[in-house]
């Protein structure tokens, strides 16, 4: 073969530093254009971003160049630094060390999709960190997070 062919969708999320409500609905829309830019650059082009104040979820394509590791460090440095810029009162803000990234099947890409979508009514229930746990339970269920 000639070529090398990839298609990789990720659920990435992570959080504000200490999980603090930093995203603010005025501005988030704009983050997440910022975000898909940045994804865009890295030949990993996203099919949804959502947020609620203390975190972000993403589903996206994983370019075939680039290492996960790297192209998480590059999006959360670069979407810090544009948060910064929108408001002096955001010049601490940061994200949350560490993410959370699990591989989708094609066949579950719009159910990701739609979860991520749904993103605001599912934490009016449901913790971040309820929900981060559940994600481990059912991807990996011999690995625990705090």
Known sequence: MGQSLSQMYVHLTFSTKFRKNFIN??????????????????????LIINSVPNHVHILFRLSKNYALSKIIEILKKDSSKFIKNIDYRLSNFSWQIGYAAFSVDNYRVDIVRNYIKNQKSHHKIVSYKDEVEEFIREYNPVFFWR
């Open 25 to 46: 609905a005025r501005w988030e829309e704009g983050m997440h254009s910022y975000m898909a830019g940045v994804l865009k650059n890295y030949e990993s082009p996203a």
